[in-house]
T-cell receptor, first 114, second 114 residues
Framework: ETGVTQSPTHLIKTRGQQVTLRCSSQSGHNTVSWYQQALGQGPQFIFQYYREEENGRGNFPPRFSGLQFPNYSSELNVNALELDDSALYLC?????????????FGDGTRLSIL | AQSVAQPEDQVNVAEGNPLTVKCTYSVSGNPYLFWYVQYPNRGLQFLLKYITGDNLVKGSYGFEAEFNKSQTSFHLKKPSALVSDSALYFCAVRERSGYSTLTFGKGTMLLVSP
């Protein structure tokens, strides 16, 4: 069983740039969620995708956007990067949107904004 | 709005001693509750969940958690700590009904000394 994989592992950008982070979900999982984890904090929910549609969003501005593909892999796009966007970005997949299903996390992408 | 409180930034325990990591939650309905562990430079790893039934839930690596509805708590426990248990632990909550997001606490660092 292949787990959740994310790429790249590290990324350095400057303010105003755009970035795309990628996630391959665990085999058989059709739901992907993205989280932002700032240093010393718990993960904050960005949005969730189910069968290629966004079906939930946290308190993040529209410059955070995403996609899910037919194979259930996903992308997180962030435009107009700001210094506060520096964080660990985590992708998590689950069997479906059922609230009692645990989410399985990748190791994240560490994004640093200079 | 749902929330999770982990009142201790850090818990120190000697190897072989029992450990407890505290978590309290606030949610409008009945909760699903989760514990995750994060090792350095890694994503979150699922430990256990409470859905319904027995208030004592057993999970991975000898961990267990006790659900207390009247105190709105879900404390993580282990009878005998190992040095390898040293990591960052997150409690998370989700409402049962309808669509809801997974909300995490800020995390508790567990340090087990030899």
């Amino acid at each position: 069983e292949t787990g959740v994989t994310q790429s790249p592992t590290h990324l350095i950008k400057t303010r105003g740039q755009q970035v795309t982070l990628r996630c391959s979900s665990q085999s058989g999982h059709n739901t992907v969620s993205w989280y932002q984890q700032a240093l010393g904090q718990g993960p904050q929910f960005i949005f969730q995708y189910y069968r290629e549609e966004e079906n939930g969003r946290g308190n993040f501005p529209p410059r955070f956007s995403g996609l899910q593909f037919p194979n259930y892999s996903s992308e997180l796009n962030v435009n107009a990067l700001e210094l506060d966007d520096s964080a660990l970005y985590l992708c998590a997949s689950s069997l479906d949107t059922d609230s009692n299903q645990p989410q399985h996390f990748g190791d994240g992408t560490r994004l640093s904004i200079l | 709005a749902q929330s999770v409180a982990q009142p201790e930034d850090q818990v120190n325990v000697a190897e072989g001693n029992p450990l407890t990591v505290k978590c309290t939650y606030s949610v409008s309905g009945n909760p699903y509750l989760f514990w995750y562990v994060q090792y350095p430079n890694r994503g979150l790893q699922f430990l256990l969940k409470y859905i319904t039934g027995d208030n004592l839930v057993k999970g991975s690596y000898g961990f267990e958690a006790e659900f207390n509805k009247s105190q709105t708590s879900f404390h993580l426990k282990k009878p005998s700590a190992l040095v390898s248990d040293s990591a960052l632990y997150f409690c998370a909550v989700r409402e049962r009904s309808g669509y809801s997001t997974l909300t995490f606490g800020k995390g508790t660092m567990l340090l087990v000394s030899p």
